[in-house]
């Protein structure tokens, strides 16, 4: 009985801290679309990783690929971002706590994104390393 209820306890424990890890993570993503929507240069500086790449590849010519200060410097001159988007998580998954993974749909005025981030947690964040985007233009 005493076996059942430790095991019962350090199951419930471990369940929280995934859905807190899971939370986390969708938090990342959330906050970085939020930064480009809002074109705050600041926030996507502290969310991405140094080494960020944004690939863009439609199927139709070569992959389109930005690192990281390529694309904030989009964001800053406002050739980028600017759009209230309603961003849909669709799939997340945490590989050890600390690589994931995240299927998102980013539905906004101008564009619909359909991405898969990796994102990697750093001294205790999760920092977006890479973002694999297939882009819809509107308008």
Same mark, same amino acid.
């Given at each position: 009985?005493?076996?059942?209820?430790?095991?019962?306890?350090?199951?419930?424990?471990?369940?929280?801290?995934?859905?807190?890890?899971?939370?986390?993570?969708?938090?990342?993503?959330?906050?970085?679309?939020?930064?480009?929507?809002?074109?705050?240069?600041?926030?996507? /500086?502290?969310?991405?990783?140094?080494?960020?790449?944004?690939?863009?590849h439609?199927?139709?010519?070569?992959?389109?690929?930005?690192? /990281?200060?390529?694309?904030?410097?989009?964001?800053?001159?406002?050739?980028? @971002? @600017?759009?209230?988007?309603?961003?849909?998580?669709?799939?997340?998954?945490?590989?050890?706590?600390?690589?994931?993974?995240v299927?998102?749909?980013?539905?906004?005025?101008?564009?619909?994104?359909?991405?898969?981030?990796?994102?990697?947690?750093?001294?205790?964040?999760?920092?977006?390393?890479e973002?694999?985007?297939?882009?819809?233009?509107? @308008?």
């Amino acid at each position: 009985m005493i076996k059942s209820i430790f095991f019962l306890l350090g199951m419930s424990l471990f369940a929280v801290a995934a859905a807190q890890t899971q939370n986390e993570i969708k938090k990342a993503v959330t906050s970085y679309a939020r930064a480009g929507d809002q074109q705050d240069v600041s926030a996507l /500086k502290s969310l991405l990783h140094d080494q960020h790449r944004l690939i863009w590849h439609d199927g139709t010519k070569a992959p389109f690929i930005l690192d /990281k200060m390529g694309y904030i410097s989009k964001i800053e001159a406002k050739e980028w @971002g @600017g759009d209230a988007r309603k961003i849909t998580i669709e799939a997340v998954e945490n590989f050890d706590g600390v690589n994931a993974t995240v299927k998102a749909i980013l539905d906004g005025k101008k564009s619909q994104m359909r991405s898969i981030f990796s994102l990697i947690k750093i001294d205790g964040e999760w920092k977006i390393i890479e973002e694999l985007v297939n882009a819809t233009f509107k @308008g």
